[in-house]
């Protein structure tokens, strides 16, 4: 082995200001520093894949939906966020980067998939009897918006 980088990293435990639920598309990575940096938050358990909070408004067993679960689920139990932050984006590709004829017919769906994430999540709250918030982000090429 061969240390390529020498860094100092902290090793005490922490709590996390947020879990959040992110697409890796890099073109919101930058939006995403910026949230994180404009929020103050110290410590965020970020969780990007494909599609962000896509996978956690389907089905009951569907594969995304349980590993999602699971991962959120960890995240409480070793690092009590605060919140659960739940993303999609316009132009996703996980989507089939969808067109919609007016920004209102964009919203309104990227809306009801938030919605039916955020009733996923719920369900793992009630389980864990927790009063976590839920917090439904939508990105586009203008910024971040939240419902
Ligand atoms: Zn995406």
């Not at 980088?5 to 435990?13: F, K, Y």
């Amino acid at each position: 082995m061969q240390t390529i980088l020498p860094h100092p990293s902290d090793a005490h435990h922490y709590e996390a200001d947020i879990c959040i639920i992110w697409c890796f598309d890099d073109r919101f990575s930058p939006l995403l520093g910026e949230l994180v940096a404009r929020q103050g938050w110290q410590h965020v358990d970020l969780i990007k894949v494909a599609g962000g909070a896509k996978g956690l408004a389907g089905q009951p067993g569907e594969t995304d939906r349980v590993y999602l679960l699971d991962q959120i689920a960890k995240s409480i139990k070793l690092h009590k966020p605060r919140a659960i932050g739940l993303m999609v984006h316009a132009d996703c590709g996980a989507y089939g980067s969808p067109k919609f004829d007016t920004s209102e017919k964009e919203q309104e769906f990227f809306a009801n998939e938030l919605q039916k994430a955020s009733m996923t999540v719920n369900h793992l709250r009630a389980a864990e009897s927790s009063q976590i918030a839920i917090r439904k982000f939508f990105a586009n090429f203008e910024g971040l918006h939240e419902f």
